[in-house]
């Protein structure tokens, strides 16, 4: 069948046709595709068309689709059991890698997603302060917890306001909204409200509002300014964890959270979060506490060990500075391009993950990032598309590498997205 006739009767049994929102291509316009295969870099659509893959399945996919050891390991688990709602071996080992990686993790607890993870840090972290309010930035996307998914008020240091049907407005108001990369702002929240915040929750890189670096001088001052008032911070590194570093964000910029929050890359594409940070707070995690939370699903085997051998292989491989050269590589040859046929552009990109921006100013926070031409990136996503180059169906999301890309990869996409200017 078609990718039009599947997507209909999707439509008639999922609402929008999806499991998630961004999959139906409404941002970007035409018609979406239903995924037959994946392989390596490439993934299939179920008419056969094969596309370069830089979605990356929105970043778990470090190793590439479907890694030969990653399916070995899951495949000798699932022989011997796919779920067993009790403590396997595999936890324990993942534990172990997770806390000898992540450098501010004592303790870790294994969730299904990366919404999980971050409800869970918020509920802890403020039990362990006793205080209810949250600051957030805006534009960063913490998962679909209501207590998060807010956006931003008036002012500089207000209240948020719901972000979606379904949050109520008194809860809305227990969380505070902030402009990313803004130190200054930070300072002012902390100075009305710091003996009433509970803590605050940062992507420590931006990647929901598409890929934004932060200033140094931002990380510090949130360092500084939870220390100082008795909050917590909390790093939301379920894109950076184990993306930017082995020991993600918190390890390059050398800036230590009290909660950090993982998912993605620590799956190794099965679904998979965790949440965890110093010992004295995560001791407060039911059983050995009273901040409850639990899940059938919780620590599930495959997810284990499809996480394990993706860390054994980055840990072996230290696949770093080859995937920041291969990222470099194909960003210069983009913004080469964009320039030759004039195109106002910026590219902000660190590690292997990167985000064109159809803009003419530089891209640091939400409010600049909005700034960007999203029609014309819709019509860009269409033109690759059709050459068979696939990226995030949104202007505000991240490219990602994959240690599967080659250098031939590149150079063809190059020539594919040189032919898909040329046809805007």
């Known amino acids: 069948m078609r990718n039009t006739d599947l997507f209909e009767m999707a439509k008639r049994y999922m609402p929008g046709g999806v499991s998630s929102p961004v999959r139906a291509f409404k941002a970007v316009g035409g018609n979406p595709i239903v995924v037959e295969k994946a392989k390596g870099s490439k993934i299939w659509d179920v008419e056969g068309k094969e596309y370069i893959d830089f979605l990356c399945s929105w970043g778990p996919l470090i190793l590439g689709h479907s890694h030969p050891l990653v399916v070995e390991a899951i495949f000798q688990q699932a022989q011997k059991g796919l779920s067993y709602g009790l403590t396997n071996v595999h936890e324990i080992t993942l ?172 799956g190794g594409g099965m679904p998979l979060g965790a949440y965890g940070g110093r010992e004295e707070i995560m001791d407060l995690v039911s059983p050995q506490g009273f901040v409850y939370q639990a899940g059938t699903l919780s620590g599930n085997p495959l997810s284990m060990v499809a996480g394990i051998k993706t860390i054994e292989m980055l840990t072996k491989e230290k696949p770093y500075s080859y995937l920041e050269l291969l990222t470099k590589k194909l960003v210069d040859g983009i913004s080469e391009l964009l320039k030759e046929k004039g195109i106002p552009h910026r590219i902000n990109w660190i590690a292997s993950m990167f985000t064109l921006f159809f803009t003419r100013g530089d891209v640091r926070d939400f409010k600049s990032a909005k700034a960007s031409d999203v029609d014309m990136f819709g019509k860009f996503f269409r033109a690759l598309l059709g050459q068979g180059i696939l990226i995030p169906p949104s202007q505000f999301e991240a490219w990602f590498l994959s240690l599967a890309h080659t250098q031939e990869d590149i150079d063809i996409a190059l020539e594919k997205i040189k032919k898909a200017l040329g046809s805007l």
């Open 95 to 266: 534990s172990q890698m997770v806390c000898q990686l992540v450098p501010s993790i004592e303790k870790v607890r294994f969730v299904s997603s990366g919404t999980e993870a971050t409800m869970s840090a918020i509920r802890l972290a403020r039990a362990y302060t006793k205080r209810k309010y949250v600051v957030k930035f805006d534009g960063c996307y913490h998962g679909h917890y209501d207590s998060l998914l807010v956006s931003g008020g008036s002012g500089v240091a207000t209240f948020g306001v719901p972000g979606t049907a379904g949050v109520p407005e008194e809860l809305a108001k227990l969380t505070l909204v902030l402009p990313y990369n803004d130190h200054l702002a930070v300072k002012e929240a902390f100075n009305k409200y710091g003996e009433d915040i509970a803590c605050v929750i940062v992507e420590p890189v931006a990647g929901n509002m598409g890929v934004v670096v932060p200033d140094f001088e931002f990380l510090k001052v949130l360092r500084k300014e939870t220390e100082k008032y008795g909050a917590l911070l909390i790093f939301d590194e379920v894109i950076t964890g184990f993306r930017v570093s082995l020991g993600g964000a918190q390890e390059l910029f050398g800036i230590n959270p009290d909660i950090t929050c993982l998912g993605k890359i620590l």
